[in-house]
């Protein structure tokens, strides 16, 4: 066993990394789907979207073969629409909301209408807002992901001058560096984001991190307001004996690299263990399939009626031939060489509830040992809790404390997103953008 890139031919990657979900092969497809919809009052899909979205009038837009209408009622509630056309998990969200599910019939398709509607709107580079006249108002957005590019998106059309830092090389945040290939390409992610700066009176100034080439305190004396987006991104520790073996890998770190890299630069083992449950751990597991690897193991502390993935994700996994094994927590990693070569899981049963109001995890005593060369972490991220800390910033274990969603306790600094909650779907970032933009009007006295 070995870790090694360029597993597999160029021919074989572009397969495996093609697109999971393809777009309508034409119009009269789009427009058969299009016209299912029953146009529902009050309709159910609109209220589970963090963005309500009117997807009852993008989709009559459709049928009426108004495209640019429809991207515009998307564009109007998430300017992320889209990306999360692409990654939302819309089988817990709008589809899954779906009054055909009652029916037992398949729901509308309505991710697949909204990227009807939307990547044309971005390939074509639709102009589909105005901007309004500067009103000499200046904000900061610390950030350049969905939640601080929505705010910046809102702000700026409503005529205030908008400086977003970014710490990247390249805007989208997790977009860009942290989601499967399969689902958003690198480049789809460049164009969405100059889809979304080419409104005008955005600038995006790259390679700037919070905490080195600036301060928030530098921020506070050149700008009328500050938002911060930063999310989250430092993996949680197992904290168990081995972890540093060479072998032992983060997700975040290992999805990174697929997405900057180029999948034939990427090293992955021959027999992979990723630790952990969640979204990031299915796109890690079906990755690590996809760039070689012969056998990948996913191991969770609970029961599959546990899992933070969703169901579709799961499947995902299973059909790219992952093994899950439940019931399993991390005890030790054994290595050879200072390179790891297995893993030492204790059995566990479930108790009473926790913290988390999911049923604790109890080791029976008994272990068992599944032989790797590579074994990726997916336990989850922790907030910039130094960070935030050292910039002054009130907050909870990392986690940014907000009063009505969005204002800090520092007057005039607002804040959204993953560096709020914690870690949620796009989605939702773009709705704390959009909730932190109108607590800047009002700060500003503009509403």
Same mark, same amino acid.
């Given at each position: 066993?070995?870790i090694k890139?360029?597993?597999l031919t160029?021919?074989?990657?572009d397969?495996?990394?093609s ?8 119009k ?11 146009f529902c *009052?009050?309709a ?14 993008f ?7 108004n ?7 998307i ?15 819309v ?6 909301s779906? &009054?055909?599910n009652?029916?037992?019939?398949a729901?509308?398709?309505i ?14 580079k639709? %102009?589909?807002?105005e901007r ?10 610390v950030?350049?992901g969905?939640a $601080? =590019?929505s705010?910046a998106h809102? =702000?700026s059309r409503?005529g ?9 090389s390249?805007?989208?945040?997790l977009m860009? *560096? ?12 460049q ?5 979304i700066?080419?409104?005008g009176?955005?600038?995006i ?6 905490g080195k080439?600036f301060?928030?305190?530098d921020?506070?004396r ?6 911060l987006?930063?999310?989250?991104? =430092?993996?949680n ?8 073996? +060479?072998?032992v ?5 290992f ?5 900057t890299r180029?999948?034939?630069? &990427?090293p &992955?083992g021959?027999?992979?263990?990723v ?9 890690a597991?079906?990755?690590?399939k996809?760039?070689?690897a ?5 191991v969770?502390?609970?029961s599959e009626?546990?899992k933070?993935c969703?169901? &579709?994700?799961l499947?995902?996994? %299973?059909?790219d $031939?992952?093994k899950?094994v439940?019931?399993?927590?991390p ?6 060489? $200072?390179?790891a ?7 566990? %049963?479930?108790?009473a509830?926790?913290?988390?109001? %999911?049923p604790?995890?109890i080791?029976t005593?008994?272990?068992?040992t599944?032989e ?6 997916a336990?989850g991220?922790r ?8 910039n002054?910033?009130e ?14 306790t520092i007057?005039?600094?607002f804040?959204? $997103?993953d560096c709020?909650?914690g870690g949620?779907?796009v989605v939702d970032?773009? +709705?704390?953008g ?8 009002s *700060?500003l006295?503009?509403?």
């Amino acid at each position: 066993m070995s870790i090694k890139n360029n597993r597999l031919t160029n021919e074989q990657y572009d397969e495996n990394f093609s697109d999971i979900h393809p777009p309508f092969e034409n119009k009269e497809a789009a427009l058969v789907e299009a016209n299912r919809c029953l146009f529902c *009052y009050d309709a159910p899909c609109t209220k589970s979207c963090p963005t309500s979205i009117n997807v009852p009038k993008f989709i009559k837009q459709i049928t009426t073969e108004n495209i640019k209408g429809s991207a515009l009622t998307i564009f109007n509630a998430n300017i992320f629409g889209g990306g999360c056309s692409r990654v939302c998990p819309v089988e817990k969200l709008c589809e899954g909301s779906c &009054v055909y599910n009652l029916l037992h019939e398949a729901p509308i398709p309505i991710a697949k209408l909204q990227r009807y509607s939307t990547e044309k709107a971005i390939q074509d580079k639709w %102009k589909l807002f105005e901007r309004k006249p500067s009103n000499g108002k200046r904000v900061a957005v610390v950030g350049a992901g969905p939640a $601080g =590019l929505s705010c910046a998106h809102v =702000l700026s059309r409503e005529g205030i001058d908008v400086t977003v830092f970014e710490k990247e090389s390249k805007g989208g945040g997790l977009m860009t *560096y942290g989601i499967a290939a399969y689902k958003v390409t690198p480049a789809f992610c460049q164009d969405e984001v100059d889809f979304i700066t080419s409104l005008g009176g955005i600038e995006i100034k790259y390679d700037h991190e919070l905490g080195k080439q600036f301060s928030l305190q530098d921020l506070q004396r050149d700008f009328d307001a500050v938002y911060l987006g930063i999310g989250v991104g =430092l993996a949680n520790k197992l904290s168990i004996p081995g972890e540093e073996l +060479q072998g032992v890998e983060d997700a975040i770190r290992f999805i990174y690299d697929i997405r900057t890299r180029g999948y034939g630069n &990427v090293p &992955v083992g021959d027999k992979v263990i990723v630790i952990g449950m969640g979204m990031t751990a299915i796109d890690a597991a079906t990755q690590a399939k996809r760039l070689g690897a012969s056998e990948v193991t996913m191991v969770y502390r609970r029961s599959e009626a546990e899992k933070n993935c969703t169901q &579709v994700e799961l499947d995902i996994a %299973k059909l790219d $031939g992952c093994k899950m094994v439940w019931l399993a927590a991390p005890k030790e990693v054994l290595g050879e060489e $200072g390179k790891a070569k297995a893993l030492v899981c204790d059995i566990m %049963k479930l108790g009473a509830p926790d913290y988390s109001g %999911k049923p604790s995890p109890i080791p029976t005593g008994e272990t068992i040992t599944i032989e790797a060369d590579m074994i990726i972490k997916a336990t989850g991220q922790r907030p910039f809790e130094d960070l935030v800390g050292q910039n002054q910033i009130e907050h909870n274990r990392g986690k940014i404390i907000v009063r009505d969603k969005v204002s800090t306790t520092i007057k005039g600094v607002f804040a959204g $997103g993953d560096c709020v909650n914690g870690g949620k779907e796009v989605v939702d970032a773009v +709705q704390a953008g959009k909730e932190g933009a109108e607590a800047i009007f009002s *700060y500003l006295g503009l509403q």
